[in-house]
């Protein structure tokens, strides 16, 4: 009971037994303070320890709830998706728009004119691009040009009646992802370039600067003139002479020489090459230059001007070799 009165420190004397007695206590109190510091420092242990734990929980495996894909995250990731779309949309039609500008256009064969290489309905693919880099049309090319005028001037056009088709039809046409069915475009075999002369009588052959041609590509039962004898013609230069494979069956150069040009067509009307059939499956071939346009003296009348100019160099340079000759026995002599 005295401890406890000392305890409560009632402010009382004390006697002189009483400061050793509470000396005496006092001692065993010093350990409850280092049991203090010691349970402290147990405590601080024990929250590193916690901490270590949690940071090896962090570097582990996360939990089983953060590792679940919450519905609201698909929802927005979902959202994410449709907002893209337009613009994914957008991108692709204005690539397929540059495409149709400037490299590979398709284009719809709507007549018999190029029969057995083409048939009605065939989708070709035509290179656009090589044009800007200045290349010209070439002979035994299937080009598709524009109509030099009056060509197609009574031509149906292939438009819908239905509204809605049709202008899903110009919209996939724009962007050339579909032939256009209103443009009046013709598609035909290159015969002969600028400077050329062409030309095909009776029944044929058809020749080019005098060399005849062979055509296997020419439908059967039709001779390489067709109905249509013709010429000699000289195609104008940055022209071209055209003619259609179903030579009975074709609007082509030979029906055309009474209009400006004499049938020829101006390379700028030309839209490209031909070089492929895309479609139907089928269908699918290349259009590659026929070996008879490889033939040798084809190009004759190209050459004639340098082998006149080195002719005439030849000639003028001859008085001065004499000149140098006569000098060269003089300087011997002496």
């Not at 582990?60 to 994410?80: L, V, Y």
């Not at 991108?91 to 018999?112: D, G, N, Y």
């Not at 290159?190 to 041609?213: H, M, Q, R, S, Y």
Request: aromatic fraction near 6%; proline fraction near 8%; charged fraction near 25%.
């Amino acid at each position: 009971m005295g401890d406890l009165v000392i305890g409560a420190r009632s402010g009382a004397g004390e006697p002189e037994g009483s400061g050793s007695r509470a000396a005496r206590s006092a001692e065993p109190a010093a350990p409850s303070a280092s049991a203090d510091d010691a349970t402290a420092q147990s405590a601080d242990e024990h929250g590193n320890g916690a901490d270590d734990a949690s940071e090896d929980i962090g570097s582990g495996t996360a939990p089983a709830d953060e590792t679940e894909e919450r519905p609201d995250r698909k929802e927005r990731k979902q959202r994410s998706f449709w907002k893209e779309l337009p613009i994914l949309i957008g991108i692709a039609l204005v690539l397929a728009l540059v495409i149709k500008t400037f490299f590979v256009q398709a284009f719809s064969i709507p007549s018999e004119s190029m029969q057995n290489t083409l048939q009605v309905g065939d989708r070709v693919l035509v290179d656009k691009l090589t044009p800007w880099f200045g290349a010209e049309p070439e002979r035994g090319e299937v080009v598709v040009f524009h109509d030099p005028g009056g060509w197609l001037a009574d031509e149906p056009t292939n438009e819908s009646s239905n509204s809605f088709v049709r202008g899903v039809q110009d919209v996939l046409s724009f962007v050339g992802l579909m032939p256009s069915d209103n443009e009046k475009d013709l598609i035909k075999r290159v015969i002969a370039i600028g400077g050329d002369t062409v030309e095909c009588e009776g029944e044929g052959p058809v020749k080019v600067n005098g060399i005849a041609l062979d055509e296997p590509y020419v439908y059967p039962g039709n001779t390489p003139c067709g109905t249509k004898p013709f010429g000699p013609v000289k195609v104008p230069d940055d022209s071209i002479w055209v003619m259609g494979d179903h030579r009975a069956d074709s609007l082509d150069s030979r029906f055309h020489m009474d209009q400006p040009g004499g049938g020829s067509v101006p390379v700028d009307e030309v839209i490209g090459r031909a070089f492929v059939v895309a479609w139907p499956i089928d269908h699918w071939s290349t259009l590659p230059v026929p070996a008879t346009f490889d033939q040798k003296g084809l190009s004759a009348a190209a050459p004639v001007v340098p082998a006149a100019a080195g002719a005439v160099g030849a000639v003028a340079l001859l008085p001065l070799v004499r000149r140098m000759r006569n000098r060269a026995d003089r300087d011997e002599r002496s």
